[in-house]
T-cell receptor, first 113, second 113 residues
Framework: DVKVTQSSRYLVKRTGEKVFLECVQD?????MFWYRQDPGLGLRLIYF???????EKGDIPEGYSVSREKKERFSLILESASTNQTSMYLC????????????FGSGTRLTVV | GENVEQHPSTLSVQEGDSAVIKCTYS??????FPWYKQELGKGPQLIID?????GEKKDQRIAVTLNKTAKHFSLHITETQPEDSAVYFC????????????FGRGTSLIVHP
């Protein structure tokens, strides 16, 4: 069964901390994405990557960075966490090629206090 | 860019009834339309999809229809069960190289036993 694993289900961090959210997939998918999900705002794209060492900004990259050193791992980094980054974070993967759907992880609910 | 509107935002039905969720899109170049189901505390899961060369697709109790002329597509769930209660998202992928979909805002479906 294909899997996208996010390292933490729930995370509580303090304002100003550097936060790492990890996503690991075992499907050999080329494309990986980070979204945040907030009530009333739907899914918003933060960053994505089509290949190792490659990254592209999504719609709301401010305050975030990413790292993709290996094909199977895509990390989201909050450089200095703020309370407005409290959210559900979803990682997704996608096989390159013809239009295809996403495989999502279970999400990380991050609370910044 | 593409714009996807999803209605209704909340849908409440009795067990055994049918449920219909509708999405409209703006870009006539969109050619792939997946639907996702997100249960409480989990990530979205792809449940059915349709490509622009097909008008309807069924999978047991769920079906999706596409009207390219009117630029809308709908999810139909028959004989609803309490376990169908979830948030459902539609998405539209536009041809031309980007693998990134535009998502609808989601519909919260509640099935009352």
């Amino acid at each position: 069964d294909v899997k996208v694993t996010q390292s933490s289900r729930y995370l509580v961090k303090r304002t100003g901390e550097k936060v790492f959210l990890e996503c690991v997939q075992d499907m050999d998918h080329e494309n990986m994405f980070w979204y945040r999900q907030d009530p009333g705002l739907g899914l918003r794209l933060i960053y994505f990557s089509y290949d190792v060492k490659m990254k592209e900004k999504g719609d709301i990259p401010e305050g975030y960075s990413v790292s993709r050193e290996k094909k199977e791992r895509f990390s989201l980094i909050l450089e200095s966490a703020s309370t407005n980054q409290t959210s559900m974070y979803l990682c997704a993967t996608q096989k390159r090629g013809a239009q295809r759907g996403y495989t999502f992880g279970s999400g990380t609910r991050l609370t910044v206090v | 860019g593409e714009n996807v509107e999803q209605h209704p935002s909340t849908l409440s039905v009795q067990e055994g009834d049918s449920a219909v969720i509708k999405c409209t899109y703006s870009d006539s170049a969109s050619n792939y339309f997946p639907w996702y189901k997100q249960e409480l505390g989990k990530g979205p899961q792809l449940i059915i999809d349709i490509r622009s060369n097909v008008g309807e697709k069924k999978d047991q109790r769920i079906a999706v229809t596409l009207n390219k002329t009117a630029k809308h597509f709908s999810l139909h769930i028959t004989e609803t069960q309490p376990e169908d209660s979830a948030v459902y998202f539609c998405a539209a992928h536009t041809s031309g190289g980007s693998y990134i979909p535009t998502f609808g805002r989601g519909t919260s479906l509640i099935v009352h036993p």
